[in-house]
């Protein structure tokens, strides 16, 4: 076993598969293996066994994959991760279990590697001392006693917890600068894909699976046809969140663009905030757009100076005037509505929240993971909790879990930024400090979403959050000046 898991972490697969991509005696073999089983199982068996055999041949070689290279597998993880919701929308497919999968299988590599290799280094932080903590109040979740479901609790820990297990992953996977800057590729690339399928969404028009998939729930439908128009939503669940997201990632690059990155990189950047920008535009939330002020002054605060200032005063002076402007556009007013004083849905966001604090107040460990919302609805339908709606990510923490969970929560996130605002500070690279930069502008920006919206803990954000977070652990590893001066303080 032990020579088997060897040959699987230290070299003989991954070259064979990764380096030399199969063109080897091993590789020959295997397609002249599968060619005559293939024959074999459609001549006696039929078509319906020899599909299901090549379904088995290509997943072998992306598990074997998986297992003997971390850059693999976290790709596959965040491309999987990412199209989750898209996929779900039309095909009744187990995507959420195979990426559970692939994470355990991550996880056991990790295991062996860490059993084999003894250096536990890029796991003896605080940060992974507050996300385990986080981690396991979860899992022991099941065991509260007024919990609603306990059926629920195996869907809803997956993404409160669960997902969460990629922040150890890549904090492994994270060897240094290139592998982090890999790993950003392709989330940024991810993401300014589906801002181009958004404006695909809104010149070209939806395809018939989408708006079959819209006019299926007429909730859905109302809540995206609004003003004579349907609000894009991209590859998401809607257009709220891909408006965060956007708002997110934009700022994001606004960091990285700090950096002495080559030209191209920052026009590349730049073409890509107007992409994402004016898709968040057609998709008409209001969370996003009122989140771009607070991405600007937050970047002022980190990134004081003469140009900087300027710019923040001319986005302001060019902000205000735009919100001022007369519109009979649909989607200049659902823009300007987001800054209206008088915007009834905020009221009305305040009044279930004073409504349900005496109810948080009842039980220190709240009434249990999938009690409210969607999963509350499907596993709990006949309780009020089920119809609440907590729109906050917080609110909806508190009454799962309870204050104690929230608290636990809390201590997560402050522990978090609190370690990226130090090593932002503290780091002397360029291209580091611009990195360092962009991660500080997505969590805050991710945490004050999280008040109005659910925006840390659902796909593709939970992925990224951890992902970052882990990215940002183990940066300041990389920057001779830190490693110098800091490190062994």
Do not use: C
């Amino acid at each position: 076993m032990g020579n088997l898991s060897n040959r699987i972490q230290g070299g003989f697969i991954n070259k064979a598969i990764f380096v030399e991509k199969l063109n080897n005696p091993l590789g020959y073999l295997l397609l002249a293996l599968a060619g005559v089983l293939m024959a074999y199982v459609t001549t006696m068996y039929g078509f319906i066994y020899s599909f299901l055999l090549l379904v088995g041949l290509v997943a072998l070689p992306v598990l074997l994959g998986v297992v003997g290279n971390f850059r693999f597998g976290m790709t596959l993880i965040l491309v999987i991760g990412f199209f989750t919701e898209e996929i779900t929308k039309f095909f009744s497919a187990p995507v959420g279990i195979a990426n559970d999968a692939l994470l355990l299988l991550l996880g056991i590599s990790l295991m062996l590697r860490l059993i084999k290799e003894r250096n536990y280094e890029p796991f003896r932080h605080p940060i992974t001392v507050v996300i385990s903590i986080w981690m396991l109040y979860n899992i022991f979740a099941v065991l509260n006693p007024v919990a609603a479901t306990r059926m629920g609790w195996l869907y809803a820990v997956r993404p409160m917890a669960g997902i969460t297990f990629i922040y150890f992953i890549t904090a492994y996977a994270v060897k240094d600068f290139a592998s982090a800057k890999y790993i950003v590729k392709v989330i940024l690339g991810l993401v300014v894909f589906s801002g181009l399928y958004g404006l695909k969404q809104e010149w070209f028009g939806f395809s018939n699976a989408e708006m079959a998939w819209l006019q299926a729930d007429p909730l859905r439908f109302m809540l995206i046809y609004q003003w004579g128009r349907i609000r894009v939503f991209s590859i998401y669940s809607d257009p709220t969140t891909m408006g965060i997201i956007f708002v997110y990632i934009s700022f994001f690059i606004i960091g990285l663009m700090t950096g002495n990155f080559k030209r191209k990189y920052k026009i590349a950047g730049a073409i890509s905030i107007i992409v994402m920008m004016l898709a968040s535009a057609y998709g008409g939330s209001r969370t996003p757009v009122a989140l771009i002020p607070v991405g600007v002054i937050y970047f002022l605060i980190l990134k004081v100076s003469k140009q900087t200032m300027m710019g923040v005063a001319f986005f302001f002076v060019l902000g205000t005037g735009f919100m001022l402007k007369s519109t009979g556009s649909g989607v200049i007013y659902r823009l300007q509505s987001a800054f209206s004083t008088d915007d009834a849905s905020v009221q009305i966001r305040l009044e279930h929240q004073a409504f349900v604090q005496p109810f948080l107040r009842e039980n220190p460990f709240g009434w249990g993971l999938a009690s409210i919302g969607e999963w509350g609805k499907r596993f709990n339908p006949d309780s009020w909790m089920a119809d609440f709606a907590h729109d906050s990510g917080f609110i909806r923490i508190a009454a799962e879990l309870g204050y104690v969970g929230l608290f636990i929560y809390m201590v997560f996130l402050g522990t978090s930024m609190y370690f990226m605002l130090k090593y932002y500070f503290l780091v002397r690279d360029p291209k580091i400090k611009a990195f360092y930069l962009g991660i500080n502008l997505v969590f805050f920006i991710l945490i004050i979403a999280n008040f109005p919206q659910e925006a840390i803990v659902i796909l593709p954000t939970s992925l990224f959050f951890n992902i970052l977070l882990a990215i940002g652990m183990r940066l300041k590893d990389f920057d001779p000046h830190y490693v110098k001066f800091h490190k062994n303080r």
